[in-house]
């Protein structure tokens, strides 16, 4: 679906403060949501990619398009139940429309709520405040370095009650992929507990499992890795080598019943955080960590973001951020050897070798911006932000592959209705 009709909701809503708020004691509906626009570009030799599959579209000169983010978010209440939407569509992922978030909510008391249906991501920090728009620092998101999260469906139950001056948020949960074919995090299930005092000082703490479904692999071995060995068996067979047909057709049916392509896969993952806001001082930080039981890739990133008011209305800020992967691939083993079993077995784990090698990378983020509050909702934003590969060569975040710095400079206005 495209944009083209969310677009047309923001122009019509925007003029008249972009606010929809009915109470009718039992039934009530609200309509908010946030739109950036602006322009981004990088240094001339660079391309800048985003990391995740959504981000379809690279920027190497200057962009409207990149930037530009619109969404809205509706609630529709009646008594104890209510209904919870938020669209959002971007520049930088081709427009198309994405429903973010769509689930059911039943609140039977004041601190207790049990939800069903698509919900962003709870491991990443920033899925707390992404339903609110864009209400932080940066112009953009993080996206340079984890994604957002987003793109799962499921249920979970949040929980808030006074610790003498605190109020703690318990938040258990069970998610999974929105598409099968497409996973990121397989099932997951965990928890997040968050402190929070007057909206001003937060701690939180993520802890969950992933399930990976061996599903999109065992796809690839049935369409690519099965015709291809054939193919060469056959090729090699013809040319004399000590290779019959039922030893291929032995061959392919081990490869297809391998246990490492059809076993699935589990990894674990934390995440903690802290943020602290005054007239002043604005303070936050993150870390987590993607721990592979058996297969994948161990990942750790962290941030530091600090930013002053010197006025009531400027906040200069910097920011500070590390992602560090390494290749943690197990190999395949065979059932038995003979010289096409082998030859299979080798040449697949020396592919295995290769994308140990190519996942492996250390990025290092840095950026400096300002950010004017013209109104309540209404800000402007610019920033340069520094790109650092410190090794590796498959880098989703910067073009070509290397060790050489990218320059990013964003200048958007974000306003949250």
Same mark, same amino acid.
């Given at each position: 679906?495209?944009?083209?009709?969310?677009?047309?909701?923001?122009?019509?809503?925007?003029?008249?403060?972009?606010?929809?708020?009915?109470?009718?004691?039992?039934?009530?509906?609200?309509?908010?949501?946030?739109?950036?626009?602006?322009?981004?570009? @990088?240094?001339?030799?660079?391309?800048?990619?985003?990391?995740?599959?959504?981000?379809?579209?690279?920027?190497?000169?200057?962009?409207?398009? %990149?930037?530009?983010? @619109?969404?809205?978010?509706?609630?529709?209440?009646?008594?104890?139940?209510?209904?919870?939407?938020?669209?959002?569509?971007?520049?930088?992922?081709?427009?198309?429309?994405?429903?973010?978030?769509?689930?059911?909510?039943?609140?039977?008391?004041?601190?207790?709520?049990?939800?069903?249906?698509?919900?962003?991501?709870?491991?990443?920090?920033?899925?707390?405040?992404?339903?609110?728009?864009? $209400?932080?620092?940066?112009?953009?998101?993080?996206?340079?370095?984890?994604?957002?999260?987003?793109?799962?469906?499921?249920?979970?139950?949040?929980?808030?009650?006074?610790?003498?001056?605190?109020?703690?948020?318990?938040?258990?949960?069970?998610?999974?992929?929105?598409?099968?074919?497409?996973?990121?995090?397989?099932?997951?299930?965990?928890?997040?507990?968050?402190?929070?005092?007057?909206?001003?000082?937060?701690?939180?703490?993520?802890?969950?499992?992933?399930?990976?479904?061996?599903?999109?692999?065992?796809?690839?071995?049935?369409?690519?890795?099965?015709?291809?060995?054939?193919?060469?068996?056959?090729?090699?067979?013809?040319?004399?080598?000590?290779?019959?047909?039922?030893?291929?057709?032995?061959?392919?049916?081990?490869?297809?019943?391998?246990? *490492?392509?059809?076993?699935?896969?589990?990894?674990?993952?934390?995440?903690?955080?802290?943020?602290?806001?005054?007239?002043?001082?604005?303070?936050?930080?993150?870390?987590?960590?993607?721990?592979?039981?058996?297969?994948?890739?161990?990942?750790?990133?962290?941030?530091?973001?600090?930013?002053?008011?010197?006025?009531?209305?400027?906040?200069?800020? $910097?920011?500070?951020?590390?992602?560090?992967?390494?290749?943690?691939?197990?190999?395949?083993? $065979?059932?038995?050897?003979?010289?096409?079993?082998?030859?299979?077995?080798?040449?697949?784990?020396? *592919?295995?070798?290769?994308?140990?090698?190519?996942?492996?990378?250390?990025?290092?983020?840095?950026?400096?911006? @300002?950010?004017?509050?013209?109104?309540?909702?209404?800000?402007?934003?610019?920033? %340069?932000?520094?790109?650092?590969?410190?090794?590796?060569?498959?880098?989703?975040?910067?073009?070509?592959?290397?060790?050489?710095?990218?320059?990013?400079?964003?200048?958007?206005?974000?306003?949250?209705?």
């Amino acid at each position: 679906m495209r944009a083209w009709l969310l677009t047309v909701l923001m122009l019509v809503s925007f003029p008249a403060a972009a606010i929809v708020d009915v109470d009718l004691g039992d039934t009530g509906f609200r309509l908010n949501g946030f739109i950036t626009l602006g322009g981004a570009w @990088v240094d001339g030799d660079r391309k800048l990619v985003g990391s995740g599959s959504g981000l379809k579209d690279h920027l190497d000169e200057f962009s409207i398009k %990149w930037p530009t983010t @619109v969404g809205l978010h509706a609630t529709y209440r009646y008594k104890d139940f209510s209904i919870v939407t938020q669209a959002v569509t971007m520049g930088r992922q081709d427009w198309d429309l994405d429903i973010e978030i769509g689930y059911l909510a039943y609140q039977p008391t004041e601190n207790l709520t049990f939800r069903v249906g698509r919900m962003t991501d709870p491991y990443l920090m920033l899925s707390q405040i992404r339903h609110v728009g864009l $209400a932080y620092p940066w112009p953009l998101p993080l996206f340079d370095l984890y994604g957002l999260g987003g793109q799962v469906k499921g249920f979970d139950i949040v929980y808030r009650r006074p610790v003498g001056d605190w109020d703690l948020v318990v938040n258990p949960y069970y998610l999974k992929d929105v598409n099968p074919n497409q996973q990121l995090y397989g099932k997951q299930l965990g928890f997040q507990a968050s402190l929070l005092k007057d909206d001003k000082i937060e701690f939180w703490l993520t802890l969950h499992r992933n399930h990976l479904s061996r599903r999109v692999l065992k796809q690839q071995t049935e369409e690519i890795l099965i015709p291809y060995y054939t193919y060469v068996a056959n090729y090699y067979m013809d040319l004399g080598y000590p290779i019959t047909p039922e030893m291929i057709d032995n061959a392919m049916e081990s490869l297809r019943n391998n246990d *490492m392509i059809n076993r699935d896969s589990d990894f674990h993952r934390w995440a903690v955080g802290w943020r602290y806001e005054d007239d002043k001082h604005y303070f936050m930080g993150h870390l987590s960590k993607h721990l592979p039981q058996d297969y994948g890739t161990d990942l750790l990133v962290w941030y530091l973001v600090y930013g002053y008011n010197i006025t009531p209305k400027i906040m200069p800020y $910097a920011e500070y951020g590390f992602s560090k992967a390494t290749g943690a691939m197990h190999y395949m083993k $065979a059932d038995y050897s003979d010289i096409l079993m082998d030859y299979v077995i080798t040449d697949i784990n020396k *592919m295995f070798d290769t994308n140990k090698e190519l996942t492996k990378l250390d990025l290092e983020v840095s950026a400096l911006g @300002v950010r004017y509050a013209v109104e309540p909702g209404l800000d402007i934003k610019f920033e %340069w932000r520094r790109f650092t590969p410190k090794n590796g060569t498959r880098n989703y975040i910067v073009e070509p592959f290397d060790t050489k710095y990218t320059d990013m400079f964003t200048f958007v206005a974000n306003y949250v209705f």
